[in-house]
């Protein structure tokens, strides 16, 4: 028997808690928390900890072509009909949960191909504080779930509130996790109550944290003209913002797509939203590690590898990049998006750049300004290491 042990990234929120994936004989058995970085400390939420089944369930191990199983040649020359549209008919829609360098391969096939690319689950907004500072405010005002949907970083607001901040939350009335000190509670936040303005006015480090793809909160955290926590609650979604990709919209030309699904599996099907929309398309295609409904209304699927079989990067919602590694194979049948992406660029006559990991970090480093001037034994440290900008 052989058991390691292999430190990544939480393939689930934001907050980009790292956690040591167990491996017995080449098998995902289980997750311990990792006591090294300074992000989460040695602690894990549920996700986190329960992420090893996440990698394993509903796994794609073979192509399919309209519901029927196939092979990679047949799937992959079915997919390159897509050069039979216009660059306009044709929109590519990925994922937040992508490694920096499979984002960036995402985007240079959209970009090679001249269509659209638009991301699901991702966001928009720049934190101008960092995780550890939330600690250190008087005031914090929380604007919707942001504890549900990133439980680590909301430990912090529980910190300060334990160092004597006020909280004040505005969002569902569902949702009752922490409310002292809050004057009102309302389904619709579109202005602060009274007492909650004259807190923030008189606080000396007030700071406001919202969801990224709250466009609500956003407008009223912009008022406020103080610090922000703008929270990604997908894995690498600030990484997709950084990298120029805007939040997915679908308009009533395009006739195809090409779909990178989120890995792993979810606890909510975020796709659940535009399904109707993708389901009249003429051609979808589908890259995925794992069934979701997409699979109801994908032509093609072409598997892909899970996040725990691959190496990259990812970049929390402050703005910290981290390594994601590699800790079992692939099942037999199941390609890494790159060598996917290359394929179906191949056959429909256009090319992306390749290369290891590193390179292509190198690579997008040299093309995007956020990410510039960083190096990968920067990022292999247990902290991380923090984009210039960020
Ligand atoms: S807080 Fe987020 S990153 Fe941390 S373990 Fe939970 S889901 Fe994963």
Redesign the pocket.
């Given at each position: 028997m052989q058991m390691k042990y292999v430190t990544t990234?939480?393939?689930?929120?934001?907050?980009?808690?790292a956690?040591n994936l167990v491996i017995r004989d080449g098998k995902t058995i289980g997750v311990a928390p990792s006591h090294r970085s300074p992000?989460?400390s040695g602690k894990?939420?549920?996700?986190?900890?329960h992420?090893a089944d996440a990698f394993d369930e509903a796994r794609i191990e073979q192509p399919f072509v309209k519901g029927e199983p196939s092979d990679w040649e047949t799937a992959l020359g079915k997919a390159a009909e897509l050069k039979k549209y216009a660059a306009d008919e044709i929109i590519v829609i990925t994922s937040a949960r992508l490694t920096n360098e499979n984002q960036y391969l995402v985007k240079k096939f959209a970009q090679a191909a001249g269509t659209s690319i638009g991301v699901v689950n991702g966001g928009t907004g720049v934190p101008t504080v960092k995780l550890d500072e939330l600690k250190d405010a008087d005031v914090i005002l929380a604007l919707g779930n942001v504890m549900q949907a990133?439980?680590?970083?909301g430990n912090r607001i529980i910190q300060a509130k334990e160092n004597g901040a006020r909280l004040l939350y505005i969002g569902p009335q569902s949702y009752t996790a922490i409310q002292a000190d809050t004057v009102e509670i309302t389904d619709e936040y579109t202005e602060l109550p009274p007492g909650f303005s004259a807190l923030i006015k008189n606080a000396a480090h007030p700071v406001v944290v919202y969801l990224a793809n709250d466009s609500a909160a956003a407008k009223i955290a912009e008022t406020l003209n103080i610090k922000t926590a703008v929270l990604y609650d997908t894995?690498n979604g600030r990484g997709a913002n950084l990298m120029g990709i805007e939040p997915l919209t679908l308009s009533e030309s395009v006739k195809a797509a090409v779909i990178v699904a989120e890995t792993p599996v979810m606890e909510q099907d975020i796709y659940a939203d535009i399904l109707q929309k993708l389901d009249i398309l003429e051609l979808t295609v589908v890259a995925a590690s794992a069934e979701t409904s997409l699979a109801d209304v994908a032509d093609i699927i072409l598997p892909i590898a899970a996040q725990n079989e691959i190496e990259g990067t990812a970049t929390n919602w402050e703005g910290r990049l981290q390594m994601v590694k590699p800790a079992v194979a692939s099942p037999d049948g199941v390609k890494t998006l790159d060598a996917v992406l290359a394929d179906l660029a191949g056959k429909m006559g256009i090319t992306i750049p390749s290369g290891t990991p590193e390179e292509l970090f190198t690579a997008l480093g040299a093309e995007i300004p956020a990410f510039a001037n960083i190096t990968y034994a920067q990022i292999a440290k247990p902290e991380g290491v923090f984009l210039p900008e960020a």
């Open positions: 990234i939480c393939p689930y929120c934001g907050t980009g808690c956690l992000v989460c894990l939420c549920s996700r986190g900890l992420a990133l439980p680590l970083t894995n």
